[in-house]
């Protein structure tokens, strides 16, 4: 699983303002981590984010695989 960087930036502007740490705070990432996969610092497979984004999307009846691409 990898994230997919491009559409998860333009739902945290859409939700959330833009800001990065509320959505961390309401998915219950760390907004550290989460700002160094969305500024490519880290690498974006990781399986605790997506899986954080998959709850949400299905706690908001949203499509997860808009967010997150599978291998």
């Not at 997506?50 to 949203?62: G, N, Q, V």
């Amino acid at each position: 699983m990898q994230v997919n960087i491009e559409e998860l930036k333009q739902l945290i502007q859409e939700e959330y303002r833009g800001n990065q740490t509320w959505f961390a705070e309401d998915i219950g990432i760390n907004s550290s981590y989460m700002n160094e996969i969305l500024n490519m610092k880290k690498s974006s497979q990781s399986n605790k984010l997506c899986l954080a984004i998959i709850k949400w999307c299905e706690k908001k009846k949203r499509n997860y695989r808009k967010y997150i691409f599978f291998d």
